[in-house]
């Protein structure tokens, strides 16, 4: 009688955590909290398939992505010991990066993990008022990071939880912030008609804000009376530190749904759809579907992804289309959130590797190409 009075336990933890999630202080006069937080590249994403499937992968994740989406999708992997590696060229010269490994163990009853984000930019000219083309030669640099550990268990054979702790690091120029966060996550599987169905609970990022600090906010201060007659002179400013506003890292809490509509020795199609509440703008969902192809004794296997969510900031209108209407890079806001990709996977002795590729749409951005590699121990 103690798994289910320990699942019962992690339940409602969840329930609890998900209303500190869902608490949000509203802007007066607003609708959304769109720009309230801080700490973005931490909704970027981790592998290509979690990327092709983000309509609703908090449900499907059962290999080293789980580190990401969901950690109660860590025992659900299959063999030993998986590795991925990420890269994700984002816009104007930036990109994106994710590393995980995985190890489920005690024949699938446990599982931990590891893994690394990071986004940024490096060596960029500083222009300023004094000097504005960078005849100094001084550059800054943008980094963004964070680390994770991951721990999951399979309390009874349909439900499994998982637990991630996280440090942030968010370092812009000359200044930086860190901050701690956990991800809580549970998967109850079972079957209906005969072929797996599965429901997942996750709650991201739930922690403390960022708050930047460091010689990059430093600036010189020249005293100022309201005398008017006390004497001009020059003098040399008195050193000052600007302090920063903390913003709360992105929040979110997902609840999700797949449903393998066909399953055979063969072939896979999973549907599912998801549920999210985020606590920097209003609540979204998505759709997502994957077929994959792969034979129980042949050595090449293929899938196809797709999923689309919705991105709730794009229903807020700005202030040029209230004055001109509509642009013409407004009409991309519908791609927001489309993602397509496949990948093929060869299993070779004992082991197997795993190569995915997403086409992600980043609406009036335009759109970025993701490419995965992953190893792992059949």
Known sequence: MRKPLISAIALAFLATAAGVASAQTQIPGERTNIGTSSGEFLMLGAGARGMALGGSFTAMANDVEALYHNPAGLPLMEGGLQGMATVMPYFADTNYYWAGFAWPFAGGDYAIGVSL??????????????????????????????????????????FTGGLTLKYIQDRLGQASATAFAIDVGTNFHTELAGRPIAFAVVIQNLGGSLEH???????????VSDDPEAPVVNLDPAPGRFRAQSFPIPTTFRVGLVWDVLSTANNRVSLGGEFNEPNNTDPSWGFAGEYEWLPPEGSIGAALRGSYSYQPDNSVTTLEEQQQGPSLAADNKGLDGMALGGGLRWRFASYE?????????????????????AFGVR
Request: proline share 4%; no cysteine.
């Open 117 to 158: 984000g990071n986004f940024g930019f490096g060596d960029q000219p500083i222009y300023t008022a004094s000097d504005p083309v960078n005849a100094s030669g001084e550059t800054y640099s943008v980094s963004e990071t964070f680390a994770s550990l991951s721990f999951a268990h399979a309390f009874i054979d349909r």
């Open 213 to 223: 600090s460091g010689s990059g906010l430093d600036v010189g201060v020249f005293p």
């Open 353 to 373: 590797a795993r190569l995915d590729y997403t086409y992600r749409h980043f609406g009036v951005l335009g759109s970025r190409n993701v490419f995965t590699l």
